[in-house]
């Protein structure tokens, strides 16, 4: 069974910064993207960012772009997400999810085959 598992989350003073980590654990898998999306209380599940595991091409979100920055370890086989400048709007669970075919919409949450079970990033004001 595969399983992602994501970790840096936690309480951040607005104007801070953080970067989340998401590592697969048990059984091994071809990835071809990794992405990144968030969900606030309420809200919709939403994209964030996402890799090509080969060659390291990144997207982004337009709302996201300049404070977000996605990247990938291939030997530590760990993908990151640096976030700066934090807002308490982006006070939300933030989830890893990888996608093992060849898909282009990188921002639709159903191409992904996995998902971690979150981890909560607070921004207070």
């Known amino acids: 069974q595969v399983q992602l598992v994501e970790s840096g989350g936690g309480l951040v003073q607005a104007g801070g910064s953080l970067r989340l980590s998401c590592a697969p654990s048990?059984?091994?898998?071809?990835?071809?993207?990794m992405g990144w999306f968030r969900q606030a209380p309420g809200k919709e599940r939403e994209f964030v960012a996402a890799?090509?595991?080969?060659?390291?091409?990144?997207y982004y979100a337009d709302s996201e772009k300049g404070r977000f920055t996605i990247s990938r370890d291939n030997a530590k086989n760990t993908l990151y997400l640096q976030i700066s400048s934090l807002k308490p709007e982006d006070t939300a669970v933030y989830y890893c999810?990888?996608?093992?075919?060849?898909?282009?919409?990188?921002?639709?949450?159903?191409?992904?085959?996995?998902w971690g079970q979150g981890t909560q990033v607070t921004v207070s004001s």
């Open positions: 999810a990888a996608m093992t075919y060849v898909s282009y919409n990188y921002h639709l949450k159903d191409r992904y085959n996995y």
């Open positions: 048990g059984r091994t898998f071809s990835t071809y993207a």
């Open positions: 890799i090509r595991w080969s060659g390291g091409t990144t």
